[in-house]
């Protein structure tokens, strides 16, 4: 079953990495295009290849080892993720953020959008990483997604919102995956975070927002099209208010899926009770993403038997870069996880192993929890309305670079 684990995540990562050409097939071949199309969804890679390896497990261990397996692992995360997404992404929560840095930036598009890809992924140390990249997908979107821009400049804005948000969360213990996976083992708490992450990640923060928006200073200086003047009323800040505290109490029960599920029943109500201050909210693209975590889940949990000696093998320094490439093709929390396992982990290889996770977060979709929540509210704004994992893999590559050298100071 290992060996079979292994095989089915290594065609998960091609498939990944294919994903934009199923999509370019369903329109090549109209007859099958429903099922290219479903195929092409980077959201449901990961989710379909779990679903073939507990088939799989359930002809060669048994059906009860196969759902015994599935029963047993933890989909909290994925659960979280879409709880957050959704409330994150509801009117009124949009329309407080909005307003706020439409004040803060005094109306200019170039500020508004160094905002969003600054300022938004530090945040993400006190609303959560999935929050923060919500919140910033559908911000930028109208401003850098969109008709108009070269792609190749959506990719390189792309690769430094993962990358930011990846690493704009490790001002604090709890906000990003691969932090939270360790600061308990290790002790790590928030004012640890700060000083030994924190500080390097806000300077890689602002350095790559700077960046990117100078690369498309020309185009955030068109001025938008107008909202339709449905779109122009925004929600009363008491909603606003409600709604935010509906999100600040699901990211401090974000570890009790059982408390936060009944909390967003209780959000759900509200938003039917006020449909006036009300938007659709994004449970589609929101289960999508929780169903790319779970199978994320699934699979990986299958995977330890290889990634742990390597792990473990792996000096301090040469540690940071493994951790770096590893990230690319695992997601980076399980990455610290295992590290986390290991007795006697110096605390230099600590600091080397989270240092080059939460820096190669922004590599691929899978890199980085949050990430596949930004696939799904910003594929629209690209090509055949699919991201390609290489179009990502290169715009990612340079912030990923200043990020590392930053964790180097």
């Known amino acids: 079953m290992q060996l079979i684990g292994a095989l089915l995540f290594a065609l998960a990562l ?39 390896l507990l088939v799989a497990m359930a002809f060669v261990a048994g059906p009860q080892n196969a759902i015994a397996y599935a029963e047993t692992q933890q989909y909290t995360e994925p659960l979280f993720v879409f709880v957050v997404m959704v409330v994150a992404a509801s009117r009124p929560v949009l329309d407080f953020v909005q307003r706020l840095v439409n004040t803060l930036s005094g109306g200019r ?6 905002m969003g890809l600054a300022l938004v992924p530090l945040v993400g140390s006190l609303i959560t990483e999935p929050a923060a990249m919500t919140l910033a997908a559908l911000m930028l979107a109208p401003q850098i997604f969109r008709d108009g821009v070269p792609e190749w400049q959506k990719y390189a804005a792309l690769g430094v919102l993962f990358v930011n948000v990846s690493i ?19 002790q790590w708490d928030s004012a640890f975070m700060a000083s030994h992450f924190g500080w390097k990640a806000t300077l890689a923060v602002l350095v790559n927002a700077t960046a990117v928006t100078w690369l498309l200073r020309e185009h955030l200086r068109v001025p938008r099209e107008a909202p339709a003047p449905s779109a122009q009323a ?9 709604h935010l505290a509906f999100l600040a109490a699901v990211v401090l029960l974000a570890h009790h899926p059982v408390l936060f599920l009944g909390l967003f029943l209780f959000f759900l109500g509200f938003t039917v009770a ?21 199978g994320l ?45 290991i007795d006697g982990i110096t605390p230099q290889a600590q600091y080397m192993l989270v240092a080059g996770a939460v ?18 509210l910003l ?17 990612a590559l340079a912030p990923t670079a200043v990020a590392a050298i930053a964790f180097f100071l």
């Open 14 to 52: 091609l498939h990944t990495f294919s994903a934009k050409a199923f999509e370019r097939l369903s329109h090549k071949f109209p007859r099958h295009g429903g099922l290219l199309h479903l195929l092409g969804e980077v959201e449901v890679v990961f989710g379909f290849w779990a679903m073939v």
């Open 379 to 395: 594929r629209k704004g690209f090509r055949d309305e699919s991201i390609g994992a290489l179009g990502l893999l290169a715009g």
């Open 109 to 114: 598009p170039l500020l508004q959008a160094w």
């Open 168 to 186: 704009g969360g490790t001002l604090t213990a709890y906000a990003a995956p691969p932090v939270l996976m360790v600061a308990t083992t290790w």
């Open 297 to 341: 889940v699934v699979l990986g949990s299958m995977q330890q038997w290889w990634l742990q000696p390597i792990v473990e093998s792996l000096q301090p320094l040469a540690l940071f870069f493994g951790a770096l490439g590893l990230t690319a093709i695992t997601d980076n929390a399980a990455l610290t996880y295992l590290g986390s396992l």
């Open 359 to 376: 820096a190669g977060g922004g590599l691929t979709v899978i890199a980085n929890a949050p990430n596949p929540a930004g696939v799904a």
């Open 274 to 294: 006020y449909p006036q201050h009300q938007s659709p909210l994004i449970l589609k693209e929101a289960l999508l993403v929780g169903f790319f975590l779970a």
């Open 234 to 242: 925004h929600a009363p800040l008491s909603t606003s208010i409600i």
